[in-house]
């Protein structure tokens, strides 16, 4: 039962000027078909709509069932008008864009009904009012009863209590407005049917009562009901629309305009295109960074040295505030003091038995090799026919090659080495001489080898040269005074049978694909670390290193030494193994940063002084390329994201424009039941597939363009496939394109949802 009680204002929908009504009193039958006819003060006859007005009143109740909706809040009101009324509108108000089934759904599918039941109803009320052969139809593609009686059908699917009818036949010839009168009244044998008409005629003739007003009051009433005492219990199920419904809404309504959606798409996709553009090649050349520095930086090994230099960021700090002690150009007549060793902050490694212990616990599968230079000096001889002649280690570029934790200690040197005659070492006493990526050597090298000739030298005049090492008791001597002094006689030092003979086995070069071509200037002879332990082991003995271990004077030339000065004297003279040096080579850069965190946590727990200071200058130079990257790749990111802005506010405008297209659909939903929010969720799924369709283009868009992009910078510079546009960032780039067209969307989106249903379905 419905039950109008003294409704002072109710709203009309159709082109008929609103009219006031003074306390209306009617109840209604729950089958009944009712005529309402209105009359102005001149005697013509105006629609008095009820059908969007329900919801719309200053004072009064509407009663359901004995249950009055004075307080109905928005939300229950949406629910009343999906729960309880089927409106059939004068003017049809279907949505042109949906399917006459999709049409009909539309009511059922705010109710949260499944889609299997959906289908079956709409099907069955399409029969009904015999539309089973245009199931698959559009409303553009029906003629006017047609629609009409898809109309219908939308009302009788979701088992409305009351139906309301707006001038059901206005738009229609008498033909046609009689099959719908017919059908109409047939479904008033089952439920309230309510029509509001100009026509006397159909209503005398289908209506079994009739109430007429007359300038806002009820004149008469051919058939009143008494509303009985009997209460029905009454409730609502509230309306929902998903976000799955919202997209087929919006995905359907963009099919109708696929030349704008596409030209708004690619509008949008351009600072994507711009941004993905930028990240392809901020990868390809990063990734070209990575390879340069995981092919040649990674040779540049952690350095760990007894004198290191501090450039932690504490210190950087603390030289920072030193240096601005001091002003440029002073006016002062006066000099400044500072210590240059403080400026440089230099740190002293004690380098200890366990710390070398340390190293040597080191996971061998993250080191390639270890190279212990030691500050041990080999004193060394070679003979040029009758003559004997001094070897200077420093004219021969005399270091130690790394050795390779492998089994076969050469396999670093093999790994970027190639022997062009001779071959790798094999005893502590075979030493190779190393020659660039140009078969070139220092003169000064080769020359001190005794090679006299000033542009080329044949293999095989180098390959077997020997020259020796000397031991301290036959190097040095002792005189008076408890002084030593190098030994003259090189004849006897030559010959002595403790000396070590080192024989030049090969000569190598870098591998043409290897990185250290590049720090291979000038070459040299180089030597395994176990020549330099033989040495130590005889140099311990000797007896100028027991001299200098007691006395604290430099046994050479007797000045006095310092605890410092006299470590470094006895390792020099072989007395100390500890190295001066090490370096150790990662495997790749990963494996140097789990070496750094070895280190490092050698050190945790110890005094400043007493930490292992190391220096990592490839890591130091890739993070230098990793920032400047970075830094670029920032800035023209931000250039190209003001396309994003400007897209932004596109998408509010064309979004504001189809709210303006939709505005009747926004409407007929209302009337349907829908919420606001179901309203603010249609839009926001448009704008959701407008800023994936805009992402997906300008992803697509750039990857194309990489192609062209990657020959232009292969012409100019020889680096392939630069551009490289990665996954992860396409599946970034697309979410952003989707967030901001669904935030440049949201407010208009909004506005929609604001809108009066009444006032929607007067926009045509």
């Known amino acids: 039962m419905l039950e109008l009680k003294n409704i002072t204002k109710i709203y009309h929908v159709g082109d008929v000027e609103t009219r006031a009504l003074d306390d209306v009193s009617l109840s209604f039958r729950e089958k009944e078909f009712v005529a309402i006819l209105g009359t102005s003060g001149s005697g013509k006859t105006t629609g ?30 949406d629910a009343y008008r999906n729960n309880s009324i089927g409106f059939i509108f004068q003017s049809y108000n279907l949505i042109s864009h949906l399917s006459i089934v999709a049409n009909v759904e539309m009511g059922m599918t705010l109710s949260g009904v499944s889609a299997s039941e959906k289908h079956r109803r709409a099907y069955e009320a399409l029969e009904k009012v015999g539309l089973k052969d245009h199931i698959h139809k559009k409303p553009n593609q029906l003629s006017g009863g047609q629609m009409q009686r898809v109309a219908i059908a ?48 159909l209503a005398e003739k289908y209506a079994d009562r009739i109430v007429r007003f007359q300038d806002g009051k009820v004149i008469s009433d051919s058939n009143p009901y008494e509303a009985s005492e009997e209460k029905k219990e009454f409730s609502l199920n509230k309306t929902s629309m998903s976000f799955l419904t919202a997209l087929r809404l919006s995905a359907n309504n963009i099919k109708t305009k696929l030349g704008r959606t596409f030209l708004t798409s690619f509008a949008s996709s351009i600072g994507i295109i711009g941004i993905a553009l930028i990240l392809s090649l901020s ?4 990734m070209q960074i990575d390879k340069f520095e995981s092919d040649t930086l990674q040779q540049m090994p952690i350095i760990i040295s007894q004198q290191s230099v501090n450039l932690d960021m504490e210190t950087m700090m603390k030289m920072g505030e030193d240096q601005n002690k001091y002003k440029s150009y002073p006016t002062d007549k006066k000099v400044f003091l500072f210590d240059s060793m403080q400026e440089t902050m230099m740190h002293t490694n004690a380098f200890t038995e366990e710390y070398l212990d340390y190293i040597d616990h080191m996971d061998k599968l993250l080191c390639k090799g270890v190279t212990y230079s030691r500050l041990v000096n080999m004193n ?33 040197l093999k790994e970027h080495y190639e022997v062009l005659a001779g071959n790798m070492p094999e005893e502590p006493t075979d030493v190779i001489l190393i020659v660039d990526a140009k078969n070139r050597i220092n003169k000064t090298v080769m020359a001190e080898l005794g090679f006299t000739e000033t542009e080329e030298i044949d293999f095989d ?94 046994v050479l030339s007797m000045e006095p030494l310092d605890e410092e000065a006299k470590k470094q004297t006895i390792a020099y003279l072989g007395g100390n193994e500890l ?3 090490i370096q150790l080579y990662p495997q790749d850069f990963e494996s140097k940063d789990k070496i750094i965190e070895y280190l490092d946590n050698y050190n945790n727990g110890l005094d400043k002084s007493e930490q292992i200071i190391y220096t990592d200058m490839a890591s130091a130079i890739s993070s230098m390329s990793d920032g400047i990257m970075d830094g670029i790749t920032i800035v023209l990111i931000a250039f190209a994201g003001t396309n994003l802005i400007v897209s932004l506010i596109m998408i509010a405008i064309l979004t504001y424009t189809s709210v303006l297209e939709r505005t009747k659909e926004i409407g007929i939903l209302k ?43 292969y012409s100019l510079t020889e680096l392939k496939d630069v551009a490289q546009l990665k996954i992860t960032h396409s599946v970034i780039l697309i979410a952003i394109s989707t967030l901001l067209t669904m935030l440049g969307g949201f407010i208009p989106a909004r506005m929609a949802a604001k809108r009066d249903a009444v006032d929607a379905l007067r926009s045509e």
């Open 48 to 77: 008095l709509n009820i059908i969007g007005g329900l919801d719309r009143y200053d004072s009064g109740d509407l009663i359901i069932n004995g249950k009055s909706t004075k307080k109905f809040k928005d939300k229950e009101w």
């Open 579 to 581: 190295p001066f040096i």
């Open 461 to 554: 005049k180098i390959v077997g040269i020997e020259f020796k090492v000397i031991m301290n008791n036959d190097y040095y001597i002792k005189t008076e005074g408890e002084i030593y002094t190098l030994n003259t006689d090189f004849e006897k030092m030559y010959n002595s049978p403790d000396t070590l003979t080192l024989k030049v086995c090969g000569i190598i070069r870098p591998s043409e694909d290897s990185p250290v071509s590049q720090f291979t200037e000038g070459g040299g002879i180089s030597y395994n670390d176990n020549l330099s332990q033989l040495i130590i082991e005889n140099a311990k003995n000797s007896d100028i290193v027991k001299a200098q271990t007691a006395s604290d004077n430099n």
């Open 154 to 201: 939308r009302a009788l699917a979701n088992d409305p209590e009351i139906l309301l009818c707006d001038e059901p036949t206005g738009a229609l010839d008498t033909a046609t407005s009689v099959q719908i009168m017919d059908l109409i009244k047939e479904i008033a044998g089952d439920k309230l049917v309510i029509m509001v008409t100009h026509n006397p005629e």
């Open 380 to 412: 060394m001889l070679r003979k040029d026919g009758e003559k004997y002649i001094p070897v200077t280690a420093a004219n021969l570029n005399f270091s130690p090659y790394p050795l390779s934790f492998d089994e076969d200690q050469n396999e670093l």
């Open 283 to 286: 990868v390809g050349f990063q």
């Open 671 to 713: 009337a349907l039941g829908a919420r606001k929010k179901d309203i603010t969720r249609v839009f926001n799924a448009e704008t959701f597939i407008l800023g994936i369709a805009s992402g997906l283009l300008g992803i697509l868009i750039a990857k194309g363009l990489t192609y062209p992009v990657n020959a232009i910078i």
